[in-house]
């Protein structure tokens, strides 16, 4: 079992920066490749990014490459999320998961077994 703890969200302008954490329970965080997801209001969880169990690998939608960067601390048992160059469609709950997958950076719901609560990120124009 595994507990995520989403932090970070907040309101900012369009154009303004944010960070996400995300710290996970137990001992065996190094397991588990990591992928964070959002959802916008009357609207679907959708893809963000996601990171490999050792770090090494990461993968973004469209929407998001080249502005938001994933990354990992297992000694800390904490996933980041940089969000930079924020625009107003970026609004939504964002939650990470860890997922116990084949993939080295899954893609999709299913494949995620656990979640945090989320986190609201709201972005004014």
């Known amino acids: 079992q595994v507990q995520l703890v989403e932090s970070g969200g907040g309101l900012v302008q369009a154009g303004g920066s944010l960070s996400l954490s995300c710290v996970a329970s137990?001992?065996?965080?190094?397991?588990?490749?990591m992928g964070w997801f959002r959802q916008p209001p009357g609207k679907e969880r959708e893809f963000v990014a996601a990171i490999s169990r050792s770090g090494s690998t990461t993968y973004y939608a469209d929407s998001v490459k080249g502005r938001f960067t994933i990354s990992r601390d297992n000694a800390k048992n904490t996933v980041y999320l940089q969000m930079n160059t924020l625009k107003p469609e970026d609004t939504a709950v964002y939650y990470c998961?860890?997922?116990?997958?084949?993939?080295?950076?899954?893609?999709?719901?299913?494949?995620?077994?656990?979640w945090g609560q989320g986190t609201q990120v709201t972005v004014s124009s």
């Open positions: 998961a860890a997922s116990q997958a084949y993939y080295s950076t899954p893609t999709v719901v299913r494949h995620y077994d656990y």
């Open positions: 137990g001992r065996t965080f190094s397991s588990y490749a």
